[in-house]
């Protein structure tokens, strides 16, 4: 009699323990993780609207040839010499291994480089590998990555730790390459960060957008070279009359 007893009072307790805990329809909605904004923001022009989802001048948004937003996914972003996965809870979580480690966007971007020569990485720098690189590269169907078609990022560069900042790549105005960018379809794109192994990045956007200029940024453009003027010549004295033989 205790042997049959004993699972039947066993099983009144637990079901009146599961009495005490109400319902799942019952139980107080749980709201959706709010993802947590970076910090230590560096002051510049050009920002990210997240409510807006993109990158802006002033608070004029910036129309984007492409985005990369990295939400759950690593957008066919590869590195060459360490590890690329989703960050939590969005970004690109960029972790380097070896000597001078490179990031690829995925091929056939087929950016038209005389609408969108901006191009925009916005990232934290968790820590330093070793002296900060930042150089771009990109490839057309002309050429591929070469250290004549590159540039450096004239605003962001050169992050602290746990610093977030957006690079400024402004492509109608390369370190090398001249106009090559604004005349040719842009194939993919190649972005540096240290020189050396160690280094770990979030990545939290990339765009290509369009490009308002140098004043949209406060920047002011260089003069126009003044063309010097040539002097004009002195004519040669004229030759003296010679006096009449007598």
């Known amino acids: 009699m205790k042997s049959i007893l004993i699972p039947i009072l066993s099983a009144a307790a637990l079901l009146l323990a599961g009495c005490d805990e109400p319902a799942p329809w019952a139980r107080p909605a749980k ?15 050009v920002a990210w609207n997240e409510a807006a989802g993109a990158f802006e001048i002033g608070g004029k948004p910036l129309k984007a040839g492409r985005l990369w937003t990295f939400d759950g996914s690593t957008e066919g972003f590869v590195l060459a010499g360490g590890s690329v996965l989703p960050a939590t809870p969005t970004g690109l979580a960029v972790r380097n291994v070896d000597f001078d ?16 020569s901006l191009v925009l990485v916005r990232l934290t720098r968790h820590r330093p590998g070793a002296a900060w690189d930042g150089a771009i ?7 591929g990555e070469s250290g004549d078609f590159r540039s450096k990022p004239v605003e962001g560069a050169a992050p602290g730790v746990n610093e977030t900042v957006v690079l400024v790549y402004d492509m109608a105005r390369p ?4 106009e090559d960018w604004i005349n040719s379809v842009i194939d993919s794109l190649r972005i540096d960060t240290d020189d050396q192994a ?7 956007q990339i ?15 260089p003069p126009a070279p003044v063309e010097a ?16 033989k007598t």
């Open 137 to 143: 590269f990109y490839s057309t169907a002309n050429h």
């Open 229 to 244: 003027k040539e002097e004009p010549k002195a004519e040669p004295d004229p030759k003296p009359a010679e006096a009449p």
């Open 207 to 221: 765009a290509v957008t369009e490009n308002p200029g140098l004043a949209s940024r406060g920047v002011t453009p």
């Open 175 to 178: 370190k090398k390459g001249g």
């Open 31 to 45: 709201g959706p993780t709010i993802p947590q904004a970076p910090s230590n923001l560096r002051a510049q022009k």
């Open 101 to 116: 480690p490179i990031l690829r966007s995925p091929k056939g971007l087929e950016l038209d480089g005389s609408r969108y």
């Open 198 to 204: 160690g280094g770990t990045f979030t990545i939290h």
